[in-house]
């Protein structure tokens, strides 16, 4: 058995997030299929996924900058990162050496999942999380808790979540939640004890969640959200035993003895008095797996049974349906898919992240709870994510308006898809364009030039990196049979290369070009041709990019190693090729220094990305200084927002 935790601490947080979202990303398809509450729009499973995987990258990066601050010691060769990045070292007296403390990792679980939250329930699931972590990090300086600890964390959690919904409903993950916290109430043991003690607890809840909820019952399934939960759940006891849990069935619930799932000799799984052979519906009881797998050794995750009969899986009952499509899958959402409409459910989803003060929060949430339904508010210390459902969406977005700054606005209409993007599943399917390209960028100004070029655009606000799960769909939102992908971020390397093998296993043939900056990628996009052949547009496009020297100016948030020596906090930084090259006082003068030696290696066309907080000046003090100093060579400016560093250079 592999080592495991035997504390909470924040290793264990860190496994925790990585296991929940490997069984969230098996069972996505499955929850998908059961969403019918509070709208069958087949999304539960996908926002419960975008939501964790958020989480799980914001521990990632916190793993990550300590990493950084031990291998970049004081003595030893400096990089960049003064300017807020990962990769910094701290100045003198530094903590160089220190590992990631609980409470570090447990606030940015919370916070990941926060700004990431998708759908009602990935909102829920981001407040149960804030609540486990308020009580995690309360410890102090304790590195870990124990499993009294995780039971206390575990209760928070479920009263938070349940107080953040304006109007809390039985059978749903609230339920869920809330009987987990309360099958580890006074209970005692480490934390696998517990952390299994709240799965069986969540497992049988959700069971009963059938009966409890009327559309539930009409679609013979378990609430999506809950499933999900219960995902979750089984994944935190895995982190804790090393083995996910194993699920028992039976007809009225989870636990039956004697009915436990054991391996064929065909490497499939069979039930105890069910052959492990020929189309009965199986669990697959492997540690780690999840969902059913039809009895014949595929391992192919299915959802649904026999009409009539409840699957489950691993993490728990996976859904009931007499509705099956040519694959043989049981699709709730399609049972259900109507009676949102029939019932007079609002019209529209509004999600945003909004930054305001907990008064004008207060009077945010009377005003939504009369606009609307679903309401779900969760965050605080300034910070929050607000998702509602409503028939006007402007007021839901005026209303936030009103009580700070809201924005990532997301507005969704049921049935139509998203209507910013024009996705709409009750339209015609149009046609597949032959070919489209996905681009992150940085700012807004940047993300208008590149949807002027024809690309699909995903932006990155400062601090707040887009997930994989958003590349995709942005993949998914360009409609066409071949992408060209381009992160304009070296840190997004992993994230755009995991996009692109999920693009490709929907069918899409996807080529990444590795490009580190938005100018390399405008410089790809300016040679893009669409009727070229495949393979020639992208080497065209990466040979442009490669081409491309880029450069930013940014200003040091703290003081730092770097490879230009020690900078200060407020000292200006000129980034070459990712590097710190300059360290000066002056934005202007460090920006022509950048510029200089850049041009120092030859050049025929420089690129300028100015951004909102840059001087108004400083754009037509480069272009002249290139006019005067370098024959031949042309200068182009763009306007890029609020964009993350003060001016972005590109030399090709």
């Not at 060769?77 to 990962?86: E, K």
């Amino acid at each position: 058995m592999p080592q495991v935790p035997q504390t909470f601490d924040a290793l264990a947080v860190r496994t925790w997030c990585g296991l929940a979202l490997e069984a969230l990303g098996r069972a996505r398809e499955e929850i998908d299929a059961i969403n019918v509450y509070p709208v069958a729009d087949g999304d539960t499973g996908t926002n419960l996924y975008l939501t964790v995987e958020s989480a799980a990258a914001a521990v990632e990066a916190v793993f990550a900058g300590y990493e950084a601050v031990t291998a970049r010691a004081p003595g030893a060769a400096g990089g960049n990162g003064a300017a807020g990045g990962a990769g910094t070292t701290e100045g003198p007296g530094a903590a160089g050496g220190c590992g990631v403390s609980l409470a570090d990792a447990a606030r940015a679980m919370a916070h990941g999942a926060l700004i990431g939250a998708r759908g009602n329930s990935g909102t829920i699931l981001a407040q149960l999380l804030r609540g486990m972590a308020q009580v995690l990090a309360a410890e102090g300086e304790t590195a870990h808790t124990d499993g009294r600890g995780m039971g206390l964390a575990l209760r928070n959690a479920a009263d938070l979540a349940r107080q953040a919904v304006a109007h809390p409903v039985e059978g749903t993950v609230l339920t869920v939640a809330s009987a987990a916290a309360d099958a580890v109430s006074g209970a005692e043991g480490d934390c696998g004890t517990i952390a299994f003690a709240a799965y069986e607890g969540a497992s049988a809840a959700l069971t009963a969640t059938t009966g409890q909820l009327a559309v539930l019952e009409r679609a013979g399934v378990v609430d999506a959200g809950g499933r999900g939960l219960v995902a979750v759940l089984a994944a935190l006891v895995e982190t804790f035993t090393g083995e996910a849990p194993r699920t028992l069935v039976g007809p009225a619930g989870l636990h039956e003895p004697g009915k436990e799932t054991v391996p064929d000799a065909m490497g499939g799984t069979g039930t105890a008095g069910i052959p492990a052979s020929g189309t009965a519906d199986t669990l697959d009881a492997r540690p780690g797996a999840t969902g059913t797998t039809r009895a014949t050794g595929t391992g192919r995750s299915a959802v649904g049974g026999r009409p009539g009969q409840r699957v489950y899986g691993a993490d728990g009952p996976a859904d009931v349906s007499a509705a099956r499509d040519g694959t043989g899958r049981a699709d709730a959402a399609d049972v259900c898919a109507d009676r949102s409409a029939e019932d007079g459910h609002p019209a529209f989803e509004v999600i945003y992240l909004l930054e305001a003060q907990e008064a004008a929060v207060d009077r945010l949430r009377d005003r939504l709870d009369g606009l609307g339904d679903s309401l779900v508010v969760v965050g605080g210390d300034g910070l929050w994510n607000v998702h509602v459902h409503v028939d006007d969406a402007g007021a839901a977005v005026e209303a936030g308006v009103e009580a700070g700054r809201p924005h990532r606005i997301r507005i969704t209409h049921f049935g139509l898809g998203d209507v910013h993007t024009g996705a709409g599943a009750g339209r015609p399917p149009r046609e597949r364009a032959q070919r489209a390209v996905v681009a992150v960028v940085p700012g807004e100004g940047l993300a208008g030039l590149y949807t002027e070029a024809g690309a699909t655009t995903v932006l990155a606000r400062p601090g707040e990196p887009p997930a994989s799960g958003e590349l995709v769909e942005a993949v998914r939102r360009a409609h066409a049979l071949e992408v060209v992908l381009l992160p304009n971020d070296a840190d997004l390397r992993h994230t755009a290369a995991a996009a692109a093998e999920q693009a490709r296993a929907e069918g899409v043939r996807v080529a990444l070009i590795p490009t580190r900056s938005a100018v390399q990628g405008i410089a790809a996009l300016a040679v893009h041709e669409a009727e070229r052949r495949f393979d020639e547009d992208v080497v065209a496009m990466t040979s442009a990019a490669g081409a491309t020297r880029y450069a930013e100016v940014a200003v040091a948030e703290r003081q730092s190693w770097t490879m230009a020596g020690i900078c200060q906090a407020g000292d200006v930084l000129g980034l070459i090729d990712g590097d710190v090259a300059v360290i000066g006082a002056d934005l202007t003068t460090t920006a022509e220094t950048v510029l200089d030696r850049m041009l120092a290696a030859g050049g025929e066309m420089v690129t300028l990305v100015v951004g909102d907080e840059a001087p108004e000046t400083i754009a037509a003090h480069l272009e002249s200084r290139v006019r005067e100093s370098y024959l031949a060579v042309d200068t182009v400016v763009y306007r890029g927002g609020r964009q993350g560093a003060l001016l972005l250079i590109g030399v090709e």
